[in-house]
């Protein structure tokens, strides 16, 4: 069973940064999936996180902000996938 710090070293060997919010840092992997809908293509900006690091800095709630680089942006889905990591759908 992984722990914390091995969800944590994962997230920094695969590139993972940390993120500011206003709750503090966020240690997560950064990504713009591409998703297509009927005749709609586009991108979702993405965070892959610890579960724990989301509800420490209460990310969970709708609209909780992030800066991204230059780009701020808001949380508009918190998706646990139940064995401890999470993905963050953002809005900007």
Excluded: N
């Excluded at 503090?24 to 293509?41: H, R």
Aim: aromatic residues 6%; glycine residues 8%; proline residues 2%.
């Amino acid at each position: 069973m992984e722990s914390e710090a091995d969800r944590r070293a994962l997230l920094e060997a695969l590139g993972g940064i940390c993120y500011p919010t206003a709750a503090g840092q966020l240690l997560a992997v950064f990504d713009s999936e591409y998703m297509e809908a009927v005749d709609t293509e586009t991108r979702s900006q993405v965070l892959t996180c610890t579960t724990e690091d989301v509800t420490r800095l209460e990310m969970v709630r709708k609209g909780a902000s992030i800066q991204i680089g230059d780009k701020a942006y808001r949380v508009r889905r918190h998706e646990p996938d139940g064995a401890g990591m999470s993905r963050l759908f953002l809005e900007s």
